[in-house]
T-cell receptor, first 114, second 115 residues
């Protein structure tokens, strides 16, 4: 079945460090890929999305590229901030299958220290 | 409304009681989804609605769980005879059906604690 794998963490690092969070997927079709972020005490917010191979999602300094050849959608940020501390969920959704729900990864908890 | 609204934000209930969780989606969004997030766990899909109908109820964990949606808008998730393992954050999301490929908008969730 369809699945998403991501590093679970927790990941702890200092402010202004460079960070990559990995996400790989298995899908029976051609998925759209997403990163959602959940800040403490809040719901999920869409952070990045890519609907086809080689698309690059970019938002708030985060970037992720849809790599079909490696079935991956890793995100990276050049300089993390304390405010980036959150749980990050990678997700896929099969295209043109409107009844299909998202398949989420387990989430990666990030703690950025000042 | 401007976002997906869920109520209550927090609910503490005694084991064996019934609870109702409410979701107000973004106005006009035809698709509505319920997820559960248990402590330290990822997101578990429960059910989705297309309009008022729920074609897929397979994600509901037991027959104590039910959900309905009326008027293509508000949805209620009901848990009967709550158990401690039902304690979780219940998240609702909505989208335009034809734009679901571009992401959902999530509410802030209802934190349910069964004591």
């Amino acid at each position: 079945g369809d699945s998403v794998t991501q590093m679970e963490g927790p990941v702890t690092l200092s402010e202004e460090a460079f960070l990559t969070i990995n996400c790989t997927y298995t899908a029976t079709g051609y998925p759209s890929l997403f990163w959602y972020v959940q800040y403490p005490g809040e719901g999920l917010q869409l952070l990045l999305k890519a609907t086809k191979a080689d698309d690059k999602g970019s938002n708030k300094g985060f970037e992720a590229t849809y790599r079909k050849e490696t079935t991956s959608f890793h995100w990276e940020k050049g300089s993390v901030q304390v405010s980036d501390s959150a749980v990050y969920f990678c997700a896929l959704r099969l295209r043109d299958n409107y009844g299909q729900n998202f398949v989420f990864g387990p989430g990666t908890r990030l703690s950025v220290l000042p | 409304g401007a976002g997906v609204s869920q109520s209550p934000s927090n609910k503490v209930t005694e084991k064996g009681k019934d609870v109702e969780l409410r979701c107000d989606p973004i106005s006009g969004h035809t698709a509505l989804y319920w997820y559960r997030q248990s402590l330290g766990q990822g997101l578990e899909f429960l059910i989705y609605f297309q309009g008022n109908s729920a074609p897929d109820k397979s994600g509901l964990p037991s027959d104590r769980f039910s959900a309905e949606r009326t008027g293509g808008s508000v949805s209620t998730l009901t848990i009967q005879r709550t158990q401690q393992e039902d304690s979780a954050v219940y998240l609702c999301a909505s989208s335009f059906w034809e734009l679901a490929n571009y992401g959902y908008t999530f509410g802030s969730g209802t934190r349910l604690t069964v004591v």
